[in-house]
C-alpha cells in the first residue's frame, strides 16, 4: 500500500481524524478499522483489482472507514446518495457493474433485493469484522480510485472517474492554496457522494492531519451549536445551507447571536461552493459572521479549478484564479482563446482533471479537446479575476439575437425586496428563440403581478433581459448539493399556462 493518503495517516497515529455524535476516532481508528474492512472484502483473493463496490452508508466514522477500506484492497468506490429513491440506485449500482454492495442496515430493505436481483454480493456494516489484518495490496496512485455520478442536464447521469493520483492533486492544489494544517479543525454538513463533501472537506482534512466533525444530516441549530462551541478553523457549505444559518441567526435572540457572530469570529476561513453565491447573501453573512465569503469554483470532472486567494481582495461575483497545479484558458466556439473581457468557455488541464466517464469513451472523448476538459461553462476575465456567468447549455439563454446570462439576471431579481429566492430560465418560444422565464419565491405574504415586476425590472435591466414570463412557487426544485435544477425549472414553465 504506497497511497499517500494512508502515509499521511500514520504519521498522526493518536491524533483524532473524524469526530461524531458517537464520539472521537483517532487516525489510528481509521487505520485499523479500514484494514479490518479491506480484509473482509478481499476475503480469498490478494487484491480487489478495481472491482467496484457501492456502498450506501450516513455521514460518521463507518463512512470513512469504509470508503477507505475499498481503497485498501484495490477497490474502486462508489458512493450512493442517501437519498435517492430505489430507481436511481439501481442505475448507478447496473451503470458501474459494482460487484459488492456495503450498506449501512437503515439500507437493507432498499439495497438487499437489488443485491439479489443482480446476484452481488451485500455486506451489511453491522456484521463482525475479521479480528486480524490480512495482507493488504499495493495500490499503485496510477489506479481508478472513485466513481462520482453527476447529474448533467441530459440524459442519465455519467460516472467520473477519478484516479488516486487525480484525487492526491486535488487534496495537494487546496491545501497548498488554503494552507490546511494539522491543527485544523472543520464541521462537514456536505452529502458524501460528491466531490465537494468527499475532497474538499474530508479528504483535504484527513490529508492534513486535521480534524473533521461529522454531522449525520445538516441542521442549522445544531451546526450554529457547533460554531458556537468556538473550536472550528474552517467551514465549507453551499449557499443554500448559508442562506438557512442566515434564517436561524435572525430569529435568535441577541444574547445568541452574539455567541453565533463570535463563533464565526474564531474561523480563520469560510468557503461558499457548488452553485452561485447571491451578493445578497455574501454580505449578509458578513455583517453575521465578520467574514467575506471565500467563492471558487470547481466540478466533478476537474475537482476545484478556480478560487479567491486566501489572502488578499475577494470581489463579490467572482471565483478568483486557477488553483496551483491548475491551467484555465477561456475560448470561442471554435476553439479559440479569447482576449480578456470577452466570455469563452472555460478549459482546464492538469493532474486534477478526471481519467473517463465510466464506460463511455464517446462522451469521454467528446468532453476533451487537445489535452483540454470543456467544461461547457461560460466566463470571463475582468483585472485577472474570473467571472462565471454559468452553464452555456442552461444558463445562457439566447433570446432576440442577444445571449444574456440567467445568473446576472438572477443577481438583479434578489435585490428585490418581495423575492426570497429566484431561477431564471430560458424556454424555446418561436419567436424569440428562447423566452426569459423567472421562477420566484415570494417573500411570506406577499404577491406580484407580471406588470408591478417588469415595471421595477426596467430601473434595473436592459430590456431584452427582463423575464416576459413570471411563476411563482413555494420552493424551487434543488438537487442534493442544494443546486436548482433549471430543466425541471422549465417544465414548470411548459406545464403551466402562459
Known amino acids: 500500500m504506497n497511497l499517500p493518503l494512508i502515509t499521511h495517516a500514520q504519521e498522526h497515529n493518536e491524533k483524532i481524524a473524524i469526530v461524531t455524535a458517537d464520539g472521537a476516532f483517532t487516525y489510528r481508528d481509521l487505520l485499523h478499522t479500514s484494514s479490518q474492512i479491506a480484509t473482509n472484502l478481499l476475503q480469498d483473493a490478494e487484491d480487489l483489482q478495481e472491482q467496484r463496490v457501492a456502498f450506501l452508508i450516513p455521514p460518521g466514522f463507518?463512512?470513512?472507514?469504509?470508503?477507505?477500506?475499498?481503497?485498501?484492497?484495490?477497490?474502486?468506490?462508489?458512493?450512493?446518495?442517501?437519498?435517492?429513491?430505489?430507481?436511481?440506485?439501481?442505475?448507478?449500482?447496473?451503470?458501474?457493474?459494482?460487484?459488492?454492495?456495503?450498506?449501512?442496515?437503515?439500507?437493507?430493505?432498499?439495497?438487499?433485493?437489488?443485491?439479489?436481483?443482480?446476484?452481488?454480493?451485500?455486506?451489511?456494516?453491522?456484521?463482525?469484522?475479521?479480528?486480524?489484518?490480512?495482507?493488504?495490496?499495493?495500490?499503485?496512485?496510477?489506479?481508478?480510485?472513485?466513481?462520482?455520478?453527476?447529474?448533467?442536464?441530459?440524459?442519465?447521469?455519467?460516472?467520473?472517474?477519478?484516479?488516486?493520483?487525480?484525487?492526491?492533486?486535488?487534496?495537494?492544489?487546496?491545501?497548498?492554496?488554503?494552507?490546511?494544517?494539522?491543527?485544523?479543525?472543520?464541521?462537514?454538513?456536505?452529502?458524501?457522494?460528491?466531490?465537494?463533501?468527499?475532497?474538499?472537506?474530508?479528504?483535504?482534512?484527513?490529508?492534513?492531519?486535521?480534524?473533521?466533525?461529522?454531522?449525520?444530516?445538516?441542521?442549522?441549530?445544531?451546526?450554529?451549536?457547533?460554531?458556537?462551541?468556538?473550536?472550528?478553523?474552517?467551514?465549507?457549505?453551499?449557499?443554500?445551507?448559508?442562506?438557512?444559518?442566515?434564517?436561524?441567526?435572525?430569529?435568535?435572540?441577541?444574547?445568541?447571536?452574539?455567541?453565533?457572530?463570535?463563533?464565526?469570529?474564531?474561523?480563520?476561513?469560510?468557503?461558499?461552493?457548488?452553485?452561485?453565491?447571491?451578493?445578497?447573501?455574501?454580505?449578509?453573512?458578513?455583517?453575521?459572521?465578520?467574514?467575506?465569503?471565500?467563492?471558487?469554483?470547481?466540478?466533478?470532472?476537474?475537482?476545484?479549478?478556480?478560487?479567491?486567494?486566501?489572502?488578499?481582495?475577494?470581489?463579490?461575483?467572482?471565483?478568483?484564479?486557477?488553483?496551483?497545479?491548475?491551467?484555465?484558458?477561456?475560448?470561442?466556439?471554435?476553439?479559440?482563446?479569447v482576449p480578456p473581457g470577452t466570455p469563452g468557455e472555460i478549459q482546464v488541464k492538469g493532474p486534477t482533471v478526471f481519467l473517463e466517464y465510466w464506460q463511455n469513451p464517446q462522451a469521454t472523448a467528446k468532453a476533451f479537446r487537445d489535452g483540454w476538459f470543456c467544461t461547457g461553462d461560460l466566463a470571463v476575465v475582468e483585472n485577472g479575476n474570473y467571472r462565471i456567468f454559468g452553464r452555456m447549455s442552461v444558463d445562457i439563454i439566447k433570446t432576440g439575437g442577444y445571449k444574456v446570462s440567467a445568473l446576472e439576471i438572477e443577481e438583479v431579481l434578489l435585490k428585490h425586496p418581495d423575492i426570497q429566492e429566484c431561477a431564471v430560465v430560458g424556454v424555446a418560444d418561436l419567436e424569440w428563440g428562447e423566452r426569459v422565464c423567472a421562477a420566484l419565491v415570494l417573500q411570506p405574504q406577499c404577491q406580484l403581478t407580471l406588470e408591478f415586476f417588469r415595471n421595477w425590472a426596467k430601473e434595473q435591466l436592459a430590456v431584452y433581459k427582463i423575464p416576459t414570463r413570471i411563476l411563482t412557487v413555494e420552493e424551487l426544485p434543488r438537487n442534493a448539493m442544494g443546486k436548482v435544477t433549471k430543466p425541471t425549472v422549465v417544465e414548470l414553465f411548459r406545464s403551466s399556462s402562459s
Open 62 to 337: 463507518e463512512y470513512v472507514a469504509t470508503q477507505w477500506g475499498i481503497w485498501h484492497a484495490g477497490g474502486i468506490a462508489v458512493p450512493l446518495c442517501i437519498s435517492h429513491p430505489r430507481p436511481e440506485l439501481e442505475y448507478v449500482i447496473a451503470n458501474s457493474e459494482a460487484s459488492i454492495i456495503i450498506a449501512h442496515p437503515n439500507f437493507e430493505a432498499i439495497l438487499r433485493p437489488i443485491a439479489t436481483e443482480q446476484n452481488l454480493r451485500f455486506i451489511l456494516t453491522s456484521e463482525t469484522l475479521p479480528v486480524s489484518v490480512g495482507r493488504l495490496p499495493f495500490v499503485d496512485i496510477t489506479r481508478r480510485a472513485l466513481i462520482l455520478y453527476t447529474s448533467g442536464t441530459t440524459g442519465k447521469p455519467k460516472g467520473v472517474v477519478t484516479t488516486h493520483n487525480n484525487i492526491q492533486a486535488q487534496v495537494s492544489s487546496l491545501i497548498t492554496a488554503w494552507e490546511w494544517t494539522s491543527s485544523d479543525s472543520i464541521l462537514h454538513i456536505l452529502p458524501l457522494h460528491h466531490i465537494h463533501g468527499i475532497v474538499n472537506v474530508l479528504t483535504c482534512a484527513l490529508w492534513a492531519g486535521a480534524e473533521c466533525h461529522i454531522l449525520s444530516k445538516f441542521d442549522a441549530e445544531t451546526t450554529w451549536n457547533r460554531i458556537c462551541d468556538g473550536d472550528l478553523t474552517l467551514f465549507m457549505a453551499v449557499p443554500t445551507i448559508y442562506v438557512k444559518l442566515i434564517a436561524a441567526w435572525e430569529t435568535a435572540s441577541s444574547e445568541r447571536q452574539k455567541s453565533m457572530t463570535a463563533g464565526c469570529a474564531k474561523m480563520r476561513l469560510m468557503v461558499s461552493g457548488s452553485a452561485a453565491l447571491p451578493v445578497q447573501v455574501l454580505e449578509k453573512w458578513q455583517t453575521i459572521s465578520s467574514h467575506w465569503m471565500l467563492e471558487r469554483y470547481g466540478m466533478t470532472e476537474i475537482g476545484m479549478a478556480l478560487s479567491n486567494p486566501l489572502h488578499g481582495q475577494r470581489d463579490p461575483g467572482y471565483v478568483g484564479q486557477p488553483l496551483p497545479f491548475v491551467e484555465v484558458r477561456l475560448v470561442d466556439e471554435s476553439g479559440e482563446l
